[in-house]
């Protein structure tokens, strides 16, 4: 149970808002201290009056009320909060948090908070499988908020279906208890951002031919998809790909070693995270012929060379940005592992054993991860499960590497300064 969690009660313009005042009690009777946040509709069903009696604090509802901005302005109370609570969550309240509107005071207190915001939705189970509302949910879940409910069950407007808000001694349970409020935590990554390959490369032989390898790009841009559900901003460099982007996602398409090199570059300034997950070619041709080669001799070779390496020019960088390196090998996979992570002083590196169904354009996988101080082995589960695992991780590391008074936090701060 949270001692003394302070919660903001939003409540939004449904007719579920009848049960805000019991909401405010369940709450208040496991300890937390609530502040209530009406928006103008919401005053259409329930009464001020009610929620400041058994909230025992004057309600809050509207931006431009001069008295209660000179008591405790919008942006103190965005930060008094542990966790905003908007119960019930009309679809229009959800459009306007996943647009980034804030037109009023419930709205402009999440975006200005750093608490974790959970929902719960109520509204006519046509509303809610709405293809609109569903897309906002989607949005919103990507983003970290914690949707409760809505139940299945008999609606005000005299239909069954699923809309119900989750009954008031629910939502209070679930958002003082221990596991949501774990679980409801800031997105790790939030304002960070990411940067990903992905994907083969190709090189040219002729304008026909090319050499590539089997990656898929699933397993980065399944990467792509769990950095970005952890709040970063990300940005993903893809070789040529069957896959569709990821949404919420930039995407950088490129083909060669070279093209990959340089796209990286261009945009590795203020990359907070960097994961070399492509698997980029070790050579390509010398020289490519203007023409298609002919089939005139019995024999051929073809001369190569090699091509820049990505991942230790990024880790080169001066103040560069935490490196994870990728090591895919059929053989010898730790020691090949380690020793990757030393010479091309990496951050981390993720190291897959690679062969028949293995690794490649598989969708299981399962992978060791080694850093300076320490390992962990993943079993093979689907290579989604194992991107958020891995970002869980990776963000760890990250965080760790930034903690106050290390190097990686005075590069920050020196970043932040700069910028
Ligand atoms: C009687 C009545 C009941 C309503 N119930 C709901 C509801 O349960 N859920 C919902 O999403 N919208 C409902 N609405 C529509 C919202 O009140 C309307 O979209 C409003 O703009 C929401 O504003 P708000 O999100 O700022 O509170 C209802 C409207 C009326 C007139």
Partial sequence: MA??????????????????????????????????????????????????????????????????????????????????????????????????????????????????????????????????????????????????????????????????????????????????VADVERPPLIGRKVMITAGPTREAIDPVRYISNRSSGKMAYAMARAAAAAGAEVVLISGPVELTTPDGIQRVDVESAREMFAATHERIDNIDIFIAAAAVADYCAESVQENKIKKTEARMSIELVRTPDILASVAELENGPFTVGFAAETENLREYAISKLEKKNLDMIVANQVGRNRGFDSDDNKVDVFWTAGEQSFPMMPKTELAVALIKLIGERYLERSAPGTRGELADRARIIHE
Avoid at 122 to 139: C, G, Y
Avoid at 144 to 150: A, D, N, S
């Fill in 3 to 180: 001692e003394s969690k302070k919660i903001i009660l939003g409540i939004a313009g449904g007719i579920a808002a009848y049960k805000t005042p019991e909401l405010v009690r369940r709450l208040r009777e496991r300890g937390a201290e609530v502040q209530v946040v009406m928006t103008r509709s919401a005053e259409e069903f329930v009464t001020g009056t009610t929620l400041q009696a058994v909230s025992g604090l004057p309600v809050r509802s509207n931006l431009w009320d001069k008295d209660a901005e000179a008591a405790m302005g919008h942006i103190e109370l965005a930060r008094w909060a542990d966790l905003v609570l908007i119960a019930p969550a009309t679809a229009e309240i959800m459009s306007r948090l996943a647009s980034g509107a804030a037109p009023d005071l419930l709205t402009t207190l999440c975006l200005a908070t750093h608490a974790p915001l959970v929902i719960a939705p109520a509204m006519n189970h046509v509303m809610w499988s709405n293809p609109a509302v569903q897309a906002n949910r989607q949005v919103l879940e990507a983003r970290g908020v914690r949707i409760l409910g809505p139940d299945r069950g008999d609606q005000a407007c005299g239909e069954t279906g699923e809309g119900r808000m989750v009954e008031p001694d629910a939502i209070a349970a679930a958002v003082t208890g221990p596991t949501i």
